[in-house]
């Protein structure tokens, strides 16, 4: 089982920036797929970036050129840079570990909320 752990979040005013950072329990050089997704109040939880084991990454359109998702194999981390944080980007932050496709873990979140 792969337990994962979020950190990173906070309050920031709108223009700013945080860094969200998984840590994994295991090894994830061999993890098909690793991801952030958000789930704000009243809504249902949506992908903001993946990225495979091979370093292919994907976007949410309201992710694409503010937020940067990368992987270190070697720390077994997954990290999200957000720039240019939006009040619509308030919510709780989860990381995704997609070992396969019938075999997901997710960790327990991390609050971002990004003031006007």
């Known amino acids: 089982q792969v337990q994962l752990v979020e950190s990173g979040g906070g309050l920031v005013q709108a223009g700013g920036s945080l860094r969200l950072s998984c840590a994994a329990s295991?090894?994830?050089?061999?993890?098909?797929?690793m991801g952030w997704y958000r789930q704000a109040p009243g809504k249902q939880r949506e992908l903001v970036a993946s990225?495979?084991?091979?370093?292919?990454?994907n976007y949410a359109d309201s992710a694409k050129g503010r937020f940067t998702i990368s992987r270190d194999n070697t720390k077994n981390t997954v990290d999200l840079q957000m720039n240019s944080l939006e009040p619509e980007d308030t919510a709780v932050y989860y990381c995704?570990?997609?070992?396969?496709?019938?075999?997901?873990?997710w960790g327990q979140g991390t609050q971002v909320t990004v003031s006007s």
């Open positions: 995704k570990a997609e070992v396969s496709t019938y075999l997901t873990y």
């Open positions: 295991e090894r994830i050089i061999s993890i098909q797929n």
């Open positions: 990225i495979t084991r091979f370093g292919r990454t």
